[in-house]
């Protein structure tokens, strides 16, 4: 899985460069093995998660992961909110550079985040799970509904919209929309304002205000999905 860790100043970006991102167990090792290196950095630091491309992430490796039976596709969800829980928890800023698509699970990895910020003329944040027949897991649900204002969330789960970057600006699914060429850099810039105040007690206050939802997360069952036809 072509996952790299790099540093910008005080700023740690992870960059997805594998087509569509897709989640499985080597994307699922790997991004937690960045992680563990940002967690044990000391000091100043914040954490930007970018893809390549037409990709921010594209979600679940539904093909693979259905072939290997629902047993282990459950358990495979049930590990990927966990790492969701990792990131809502961690005692630094998070922020998501959302570069191309970001879809289903790729968008429930985006509001993991502490901040978004989206493309502005090409790519769509879309949770297609209604028109898939998969049903969101109650950490899943949870998580939509925590980050996102009430009536937009419902709209997101219901509706499947796709939301180019201007638009979900405006519902407050992302914090800013900006040209192609600034995604990144806008995310480094945003990030680095916020790394001086990583730390206990940023963890402190990010475990207590999201403590029912990361509770439902670590502990998911995970869930299946109907045959892919």
Not at 135 to 158: K, N, T, W
Not at 198 to 204: K, R
Request: hydrophobic letters at 45%.
């Amino acid at each position: 899985m072509p996952i790299t860790l790099d540093r910008n100043g005080d700023v740690f970006v992870l960059t997805m460069d594998d087509g569509e991102n897709r989640m499985n167990r080597s994307w699922l090792d790997a991004i937690n093995a960045a992680i563990d290196e940002v967690d044990s950095a000391s000091g100043a630091k914040a954490l930007v998660t970018t893809g390549t491309g037409k990709f921010y992430s594209n979600g679940l490796d539904l093909e693979n992961l259905i072939a290997s039976g629902t047993t282990e596709m459950e358990a495979f969800v049930a590990e990927d909110e966990k790492l969701f829980a990792r990131l809502i928890a961690t005692p630094y800023i998070t922020v998501a550079a959302c570069n191309g698509h970001t879809f289903a699970a790729g968008a429930m990895l985006a509001l993991c985040h502490d901040f978004r910020v989206m493309r502005e003329d090409r790519g769509f944040f879309c949770m297609p799970e209604v028109d898939l027949g998969i049903p969101f897991s109650p950490g899943m649900d949870a998580l939509i509904r925590r980050r996102l204002p009430q009536a937009v969330a419902h709209e997101v789960m219901v509706t499947g919209t796709r939301y180019g970057g201007e638009l979900a600006a405006a519902k407050g699914i992302v914090n800013l929309a900006v040209p192609e060429g600034q995604v990144l850099p806008a995310s480094i810039e945003l990030a680095a304002g916020l790394a001086s105040k990583a730390g206990p007690t940023m963890a402190t206050i990010k475990s207590r205000m999201y403590a029912d939802l990361i509770e439902l997360l670590s502990h998911s069952a995970g869930t299946s999905v109907p045959d892919i036809p």
